[in-house]
């Protein structure tokens, strides 16, 4: 099969792709990743749960869904203080990406305002801001927009087909509507999904021509793994293969070429082999830091030493 060179990608030529010898699709990957971006340089960034627990959604994989007896303590949205002493020091351990992440269906204004002061804050500190707050209005966007925030992160999460599976309480639909208000604000669009939510091949083709089809594709694709979390509607799905991970990696990097590939959840139970392959196969960030948003992150020594074991640097 002939792939497409052009923005606009098929469930069955992205099918195609996973289907290619690994040599093959690597080499594809790698080649496309070497036009847009320093192959050796990852960007390093930081996750920090702003606000924790209590949400009133329930998405299958979430920690955080009130729907879900995990045991996490509900907690109310972090003083501006302490959110810019946690960007200081995660500027300190070499991030040049803070992102915020709330567990919202969908913030109220008196939110906005308050995370309008952060996102002013962690830039003033000289990094790049991502918040993810939920469902968005359009003008909640604007109102970002104009606090200086450089990206918004909303996941399509998983296939049209798969979603009803996992998530009931807002629509597929839903999250297009917000994507779109955050496109028209101006703000870039980090937008990706999770695997190993018991989804099928078809269902992560689906997902990956879904993001390259949007009527842009997303600045940033975060490819999660999921963490299985105690508790939570998916947490005895079967893991990914980690060759297969890799796949969905050099999917997201082929027909995605200038968006950063965000190698975020999931590091923590990955050998440094698969990782490796990862940044072999377009990833070009990481969550570094010692939790994600409520779940222990890879260890941030294991991180630096790998990094220097495949001699990559830090991107700014
Ligand atoms: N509440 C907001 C929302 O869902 O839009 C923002 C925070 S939410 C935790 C951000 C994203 O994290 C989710 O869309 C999902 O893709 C990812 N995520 C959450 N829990 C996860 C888990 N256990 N494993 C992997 N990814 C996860
Ligand atoms: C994204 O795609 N992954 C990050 C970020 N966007 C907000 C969140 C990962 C959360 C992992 C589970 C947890 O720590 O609760
Ligand atoms: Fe709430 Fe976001 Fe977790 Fe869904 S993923 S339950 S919206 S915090």
């Given at each position: 099969?002939?792939?497409?060179?052009?923005?606009?990608?098929?469930?069955?030529?992205?099918?195609?792709?996973?289907?290619?010898?690994?040599?093959?699709?690597?080499?594809?990957?790698?080649?496309?990743?070497?036009?847009?971006?320093?192959?050796n340089a990852v960007q390093i960034a930081t996750l920090l749960s702003i606000k924790t627990g209590g949400c009133p959604e329930d998405c299958g994989y979430c920690s955080q869904s009130a729907h879900h007896?995990?045991?996490?303590?509900?907690?109310?949205?972090?003083?501006?203080?302490?959110?810019?002493?946690?960007?200081?020091?995660?500027?300190?351990?070499?991030a040049s990406r803070f992102c915020m992440g709330a567990a919202w269906r969908s913030p109220k204004d008196r939110d906005i305002d308050a995370v309008c002061a952060m996102v002013e804050g962690v830039r003033?500190?000289?990094?790049?801001?991502?918040?993810?707050?939920?469902?968005?209005?359009?003008?909640?966007?604007?109102?970002?927009?104009?606090?200086?925030?450089?990206?918004?992160?909303?996941?399509?999460?998983?296939?049209?087909?798969?979603?009803?599976?996992?998530?009931?309480?807002?629509?597929?639909?839903?999250?297009?509507?917000?994507?779109?208000?955050?496109?028209?604000?101006?703000?870039?669009?980090?937008?990706?999904?999770?695997?190993?939510?018991?989804?099928?091949?078809?269902?992560?083709?689906?997902?990956?021509?879904?993001?390259?089809?949007?009527?842009?594709?997303?600045?940033?694709?975060?490819?999660?793994?999921?963490?299985?979390v105690e508790g939570t509607r998916l947490a005895r799905s079967e893991p990914i293969d980690a060759l297969d991970f890799v796949r969905v990696v050099a999917a997201a990097r082929i027909t995605m070429p200038?968006?950063?590939?965000?190698?975020?959840?999931?590091?923590?139970?990955?050998?440094?082999?698969?990782?490796?392959?990862?940044?072999?196969?377009?990833?070009?960030?990481?969550?570094?830091?010692?939790?994600?948003?409520?779940?222990?992150?890879?260890?941030?020594?294991?991180?630096?030493?790998?990094?220097?074991?495949?001699?990559?640097?830090?991107?700014?």
């Open positions: 099969m002939d792939f497409p060179t052009h923005q606009s990608w098929t469930q069955a030529e992205v099918e195609a792709l996973f289907a290619l010898p690994f040599p093959d699709l690597m080499f594809r990957a790698q080649t496309v990743h070497r036009e847009h971006f320093d192959p007896p995990t045991g996490l303590a509900a907690s109310k949205l972090m003083p501006l203080d302490a959110v810019l002493a946690q960007a200081q020091a995660a500027k300190q351990a070499g003033a500190l000289g990094l790049e801001t991502c918040v993810t707050l939920g469902m968005l209005e359009a003008e909640q966007a604007r109102r970002l927009k104009a606090a200086g925030l450089d990206y918004y992160n909303h996941n399509l999460d998983t296939s049209p087909e798969y979603y009803g599976s996992v998530i009931t309480t807002r629509t597929y639909q839903d999250r297009l509507d917000t994507l779109a208000h955050v496109r028209d604000a101006g703000i870039h669009v980090c937008c990706g999904g999770i695997v190993g939510l018991g989804e099928t091949v078809a269902d992560r083709a689906s997902l990956i021509a879904t993001l390259a089809s949007l009527p842009r594709p997303p600045e940033s694709v975060p490819i999660n793994a999921l963490v299985r200038q968006s950063f590939v965000r190698l975020s959840a999931g590091r923590e139970s990955m050998t440094d082999e698969a990782q490796a392959l990862c940044f072999l196969a377009g990833a070009n960030s990481i969550f570094h830091g010692a939790k994600l948003l409520t779940t222990p992150n890879a260890d941030q020594g294991k991180d630096r030493a790998l990094l220097d074991r495949l001699g990559m640097a830090a991107w700014s």
